[in-house]
């Protein structure tokens, strides 16, 4: 009797649903390690006839955060822009990452229910373009929490007493984008929330 078999294939488990899961066996596939990124990334240049410094083929590694997709398509942004490679090569990020950590700036810069409205239509264009909540939770989340120093009102870091905050409501607000509809909600009641945080902090 002729049957069927399928693969399927997610980044998060918390969507599919208990009887699902109970009839498939699930199996883990680890992100590569930063080796066989570098590895993978020689192999590409060595077929596209071009030299990639050890130094660059590192940076790119460490900035992909073992995603492979990310290392190559940095890679090909970075040979787009400079035809000969060198070890100080300037690797770009993402524009989605610039445009959701100018958020974080604006978050930073003024808070007010204007401001929040404002930062509703760029969120607005980022799900619209098919940037999915979880990466922009991710990348505000980090440029929140990141070490530095700097003028705060021109994107400068957080306060440190109120950072295990806005990693908790992180969490919170994520996992409640997860089981909930509207993304649209979530993401900007975190950012309220952090807006309430860092005045707070500010004041004190």
């Known amino acids: 009797m002729p049957f069927c078999r399928i693969i399927a294939n997610c980044e998060s488990l918390s969507k599919v649903i208990q009887p699902i899961r109970s009839r498939c066996l699930q199996v883990r596939v680890p992100a590569p390690s930063h080796e066989q990124i570098r590895t993978i990334l020689n192999t590409i240049s060595s077929r596209e006839h071009f030299n ?12 992909s955060r073992r995603n492979l997709r990310r290392a190559i398509m940095m890679l090909q942004t970075v040979k787009l822009k400079n035809p000969t490679l060198t070890a100080k090569s300037y690797v770009p990020c993402p524009e989605y990452e610039s445009y959701t950590k100018e958020i974080a ?20 264009e980022l799900l619209t373009k098919g940037i999915t909540a979880d990466m922009i939770f991710q990348v505000l989340t980090r440029e929140f929490l990141r070490s530095g120093q700097g003028d705060k009102k021109m994107g400068g870091t957080m306060p440190e007493i109120v950072k295990p905050e806005i990693l908790r409501f992180a969490v919170l607000f994520e996992h409640r984008c997860k089981e909930g509809a509207k993304a649209i909600i979530h993401l900007e009641a975190y950012l309220a929330r952090v807006m309430c945080l860092y005045k707070g902090a500010m004041t004190n």
């Open 52 to 63: 990639l410094p050890v130094e660059l083929n590192d940076n790119i590694s460490m900035q």
């Open 105 to 124: 700036k604006d978050v930073i810069s003024e808070q007010s229910p204007k401001q929040l409205r404002s930062i509703r239509a760029k969120l607005y």
